[in-house]
């Protein structure tokens, strides 16, 4: 029998996948599968995986070789190609923990919204190595429109992880899989916004997924470049949001702020050719003249980024 939801992992993490799997099993609607991706991973992933077939209806399969360490959003996407007709999609992850009742709420939120969002939002709460809240994160509003959740996202009004929405499997197929960026920087984001479509985001209320902080996932890649790979996705993702939004009369000066603020993240982890290409691919899409972004940083950063800038144009 072809279940309403297919839950799916992309796994590569033992240490806490054992956490992950029991709050799955633990939820009270079974009326899902469950999609195990092995990314070639050098941990006990089949070990782990096989002490819960008996609690949950589960697919398994390892993949010959690693794609997540090259290209992310391929390697979601090889792991929602094992999943069947399910009509719902939930692209989990192999340490985080939802709620014992998250799948009952989803699927009754369905129902009740007779099915009218391509997109569901569960709120988060962080969570550290011991499974102990930390945090409770901003909550989102009911019914979040898809530029709404950009300028939010952009701005650090909301935070985004992926394993926190629900889509549809129809506008999945639609869109044509996810948004590739390098290292799917910006990929999650471009996606959901697309998937809002015209309708937007439905918060699930009543329920919570469970973000963990931990000592896996809070030494990111450092190097210079990593940093200036980020960088050229930063750019791609601003230009890409830039005509994805055209329509909208302030997405110059969100992307303007968003831009500087990356600019200023970057600036002492990437080299000067790295930077100044990125100043040219933003304003090939933006179409405004370097002198403007220069007028705005003078008045409103105090000098502070005008010397870092001046040697680039």
């Known amino acids: 029998m072809t279940h309403r939801l ?3 992992i992309p796994a590569y993490k033992a240490t806490f996948l054992p956490a992950a799997l029991d709050s799955i099993a633990m939820q009270t609607c079974k009326d899902f599968t469950l999609y195990i991706g ?3 991973s050098p941990e006990p992933i089949s070990d782990i995986v096989e002490q819960y077939r008996d609690k949950i209806e589960l697919v398994y399969q390892r993949f010959d070789t690693n794609l997540g360490g090259k290209d992310l959003v391929a390697q979601w996407e090889r792991c929602i190609a094992m999943s ?12 985080d923990v939802m709620e014992p009742n998250c799948v009952e709420l989803l699927l009754r939120t369905i129902d009740e919204t007779k099915g009218a969002y391509d997109l569901y939002h569960f709120d988060v709460n962080e969570i550290n190595d011991e499974g102990k809240v930390t945090k409770q994160l901003p909550a989102y509003p009911q019914v979040l429109s898809a530029y709404d959740y950009y300028k939010g996202k952009s701005s650090g009004k909301f935070r985004s992880y992926v394993m926190e929405d629900v889509f549809s499997r129809r506008t999945y197929e639609q869109a044509g899989g996810f948004m590739n960026f390098d290292l799917a920087w910006g990929s999650d984001v471009a996606t959901w916004c697309i998937f809002c479509g015209k309708k937007g985001m439905f918060k699930i209320p009543g329920a919570h997924v469970l973000w963990r902080r931990s000592s896996q996932n809070i030494t990111p890649d450092k190097s210079r470049q990593i940093a200036e790979r980020k960088l050229k996705s930063e750019c791609e993702f ?8 055209s329509n909208e009369k302030d997405i110059w000066e969100v992307n303007r702020a968003l831009f500087i603020s990356k600019m200023q993240q970057y600036k002492a982890r990437v080299g000067q050719k790295c930077r100044k290409k990125a100043f040219s691919v ?32």
């Open 6 to 8: 297919a839950i799916i």
């Open 38 to 40: 092995d990314d070639c």
């Open 84 to 95: 069947q007709d399910e009509p719902y999609i939930w692209l989990f992850s192999d340490d």
């Open 238 to 245: 601003l230009n890409w949001s830039y005509n994805y939004f």
């Open 282 to 313: 933003f304003f090939q899409t933006h179409g405004h003249k370097h002198e403007r972004l220069i007028v705005f940083l003078l008045v409103h950063l105090h000098h502070k980024l005008y010397h870092f800038v001046k040697p680039l144009l």
